[in-house]
C-alpha cells in the first residue's frame, strides 16, 4: 500500500534525488496519497496520448519502497492542452478502473486538475515535472 508520495517540479535529476518521505524540499508540488503513482501516470498517458511510454526512473524501486520518476514529457503536454471536460473524462475512467472505492471520483478529478495545472506552470519556471512515492 501506498503510504504517501507527490507529483513536483524541479530544475533536474540531480536535484529530484533531494526528495522523498522523509525530506522537505521547497519545490512546487501536488502532495496524494493512497495510490501507485507509476501506474496512475500510465493510465493517465495511455488515456490522453493513445500511448503508455516506459517511465525514466531516477531513483529505482528498490527493497525500500521508494521511487522517484520523470513524468513523460508528452504526457506533460497532454495535461497542459486537455480542455476540463477532457480531463474529467480521463479521471473518470481511472477512477472506475480501479479496485471498488480505492480512488473516488471527484478525488481522481482533484488530482488529474492539479497535476495539469502544476504541469502547466513547468514551462515558465523552466523546471520539469517529477514524482515520488513511498509503498514500503
Known amino acids: 500500500m501506498v503510504h504517501v508520495g507527490e507529483f513536483f517540479l524541479a530544475r533536474d535529476d540531480e536535484s529530484a534525488l533531494r526528495v522523498g518521505p522523509h525530506s522537505s524540499h521547497d519545490f512546487p508540488a501536488v502532495p496524494c496519497d493512497g495510490i501507485y503513482?507509476?501506474?496512475a501516470v500510465g493510465r493517465w498517458e495511455a488515456q490522453l496520448?493513445?500511448?503508455a511510454s516506459t517511465?525514466?526512473?531516477v531513483v529505482p524501486m528498490?527493497?525500500?519502497g521508494f521511487t522517484v520518476f520523470a513524468v513523460p514529457e508528452h504526457l506533460c503536454t497532454a495535461l497542459t492542452t486537455a480542455g476540463r471536460d477532457r480531463?474529467?473524462?480521463v479521471a473518470l475512467a481511472w477512477a472506475?478502473?480501479?479496485p471498488a472505492d480505492e480512488i473516488s471520483p471527484d478525488y481522481a478529478?482533484?488530482?488529474?486538475?492539479?497535476?495539469s495545472a502544476l504541469a502547466s506552470s513547468r514551462t515558465e519556471k523552466r523546471l520539469d515535472l517529477y514524482c515520488w512515492y513511498f509503498a514500503p
Open 37 to 39: 503513482l507509476d501506474d
Open 62 to 64: 528498490a527493497n525500500d
Open 87 to 89: 480531463l474529467r473524462a
Open 55 to 57: 517511465l525514466r526512473a
Open 49 to 51: 496520448t493513445g500511448v
Open 109 to 115: 478529478l482533484d488530482l488529474v486538475e492539479r497535476v
Open 96 to 98: 472506475a478502473s480501479e
